[in-house]
């Protein structure tokens, strides 16, 4: 059974994942801490996760000052276009409360080394409230 907070990746049927990335979505008001304390923790047992993923494009700052081509703001002249903070809440909901991400793709885990990730998200998530 799962671990309530933490929603691992769904395979639908007849796919099957690559597992580039293994990226989780963390509710923090099921597991009581911020996200950050539950990734230290996570990252204290040994295992290597990250927050987030790539913030959102539009953060960037060609987007945010609308520069990108010359000093006339091309191409975002040419559109009333506003790429403010809070137009994708979901995204950004996602990349700064949420996504708890792990790159198997770098790593090539034994069984035993497998089986020491999921055993750490237990301890972790067991402790939480004392984190």
Not at 3 to 9: A, D, M, N, S
Not at 70 to 76: D, R
Not at 84 to 108: A, D, N
Request: aromatic letters at 12%.
């Amino acid at each position: 059974s799962g671990l309530p907070g933490l929603t691992p990746p769904k395979v639908r049927a007849g796919c099957r994942h690559n597992y580039f990335q293994w990226t989780m979505r963390y509710d923090e008001s099921l597991i009581g801490v911020p996200r950050e304390k539950f990734v230290a923790a996570l990252q204290a047992e040994g295992v290597p996760v990250a927050q987030g993923y790539v913030p959102p494009i539009y953060w960037l700052p060609m987007f945010q000052k609308k520069i990108a081509m010359g000093g006339k703001g091309f191409p975002f002249s040419s559109s009333g276009v506003s790429y403010t903070k809070g137009m994708c809440p979901v995204t950004e909901r996602l990349h700064v409360k949420e996504v708890i991400q792990f790159q198997p793709v770098s790593w090539v885990l034994s069984d035993a080394q497998t089986a020491q990730v999921i055993d750490a998200f237990r301890k972790v998530h067991a402790h939480a409230k004392d984190l």
